[in-house]
């Protein structure tokens, strides 16, 4: 059903430096650039755009939350680290969410615009 999400951002160059290697552990590229604005699309799936607003200063929206597919679980653990490598804030350190082991494992952070993500994999395996 989703096709693109968005997130505002006050300085896309340091936006750049934190999703590139988030991006790239996750095996998405940059999909397209612009002055204020970058793309990311993985193989499969929609995009995620990082921009300047079109009209004032980015803010941070109550409640709103962007979610990646991980393909395991050991690489939500490898994008959470990286997440707070590069200057992330912890919302919710890797693991089982719910009553089903073998279901939703994930993990959350925030950008440094403080922009909420969480990283997921359904299905069991090892953490």
Avoid: W
Avoid at 90 to 98: L, N, Q, S
């Amino acid at each position: 059903m989703l096709t693109v999400a968005r997130y505002g951002t006050r300085d896309l160059a340091r936006a750049r430096a934190f999703y590139d290697p988030i991006a790239q552990l996750l095996g998405a590229g940059l999909a397209f650039e612009r002055p204020d604005l970058i793309a990311y699309k993985g193989a499969e799936g929609g995009m995620f755009l990082v921009g300047k607003p079109f009209e004032g200063e980015a803010t941070v929206g109550n409640g709103n939350q962007i979610g990646f597919l991980a393909a395991s679980r050991a690489l939500v653990d490898a994008v959470h680290a990286k997440a707070l490598e590069l200057g992330g804030k912890c919302e919710g350190a890797p693991g089982v969410r719910g009553p089903d082991p073998n279901g939703f494992y994930g993990a959350y952070f925030r950008d440094l615009d403080g922009n909420k993500l969480t990283v997921f994999h359904m299905g069991g395996g090892h953490a």
